[in-house]
C-alpha cells in the first residue's frame, strides 16, 4: 500500500532539549579568534516553543555563536552557506519569510490551504476537510465545531496565538552586532534527495577581517 504523507504544517511532539550554553554542546563546533560556533544539522525540523515545524524544501542547521570577548561581533545569515557533498556552488541562507511561505504553502501552484486542528498541545494541520455535496451525503467530512473558550482563573488576557511567521522568525539566527551568545535556526533551499547528501559542510565567512571556517555537519 502506497502511504501518501500530506504537505503538513506539523509541529511534531515537543523534545526535551538541554540548554546550550556553549559551543562544545552542539553536534559539530570550531573555535575562531574571538568567538565560538556550534552547529546541528536537523534535517528539515525547525525548533519551536511549541514543537517542530517540519520544512521539506529547506534543510534546517541549528547555530550557536559564542563570544569569548567583550568586543561586539555582528551576526547575520548572510555569513553562512551551505556546502553539499564537497560541492560549488554553495547554498546561500533564505529569509524566514520565506521559509513560512513554504511551510503554510507547500504547494504553490494549487495553493491549498491548511487547516488547524486544536488549540492546545501538538498542531494537527491537513488538507481541507471534504465538504458534502448535500445534507447527509456520506462522501463529506464532518467539520469540526471549536470547543469553547474556558475563562482564565487568574483573569488574565487570552493571548492571541502566534502565527507560523512569527514562530519561524523567532526561531531563525537573530541579525544584529552583540556580545553575548546568539542562537537561532539557519534554512536553505534544496528540493532533491536527503539520501544523495553524503557530506555537508557549513561555511562561514564574518568579513571584516574576521577568519572563514569550514565546520562540518556529517
Same mark, same amino acid.
Given at each position: ?93 533564505? $529569509? ?8 503554510? /504553502?507547500?504547494?504553490? !501552484?494549487?495553493?491549498? %490551504? +491548511? =487547516? ?77 534527495? $536527503? ?8 561555511? /562561514?565567512?564574518?568579513? !571584516?577581517?574576521?577568519? %572563514? +571556517? =569550514?565546520?562540518?555537519?556529517?
Amino acid at each position: 500500500m502506497r502511504v501518501v504523507l500530506l504537505f503538513a504544517l506539523v509541529p511534531l511532539l515537543a523534545q526535551d532539549n538541554a540548554p546550550r550554553s556553549r559551543a562544545a554542546d552542539y553536534a559539530a563546533h570550531v573555535s575562531l579568534t574571538g568567538m565560538e560556533i556550534g552547529a546541528e544539522y536537523l534535517l528539515h525540523s525547525i525548533p519551536t516553543e511549541n514543537g517542530f515545524y517540519i520544512a521539506k524544501d529547506y534543510l534546517v542547521v541549528d547555530v550557536g555563536i559564542f563570544p569569548s570577548t567583550l568586543e561586539k561581533i555582528k551576526i547575520s545569515s548572510g555569513q553562512f552557506q551551505l556546502r553539499i557533498n564537497h560541492g560549488q556552488p554553495e547554498l546561500l541562507a533564505d $529569509t524566514p519569510g520565506s521559509v513560512a511561505g513554504s511551510v503554510k /504553502y507547500p504547494d504553490w !501552484e494549487q495553493q491549498r %490551504k +491548511a =487547516t488547524v486542528i486544536g488549540q492546545a498541545g501538538p498542531v494537527i494541520v491537513g488538507a481541507p476537510q471534504q465538504t458534502g455535496r448535500f445534507p447527509g451525503d456520506p462522501t463529506g467530512q464532518p467539520i469540526p465545531i471549536p470547543a469553547p473558550e474556558q475563562p482564565d482563573p487568574s483573569g488574565a488576557e487570552p493571548r492571541a496565538p502566534k502565527s507560523v511567521d512569527e514562530m519561524i522568525a523567532h526561531a531563525a539566527l537573530p541579525e544584529f552586532a552583540t556580545e553575548r551568545p546568539a542562537k537561532g535556526c539557519l534554512f536553505f533551499h534544496y528540493r532533491g534527495k $536527503t539520501k544523495s547528501i553524503h557530506s555537508l559542510e557549513l561555511i /562561514y565567512d564574518g568579513g !571584516e577581517g574576521r577568519p %572563514k +571556517a =569550514t565546520i562540518p555537519l556529517f
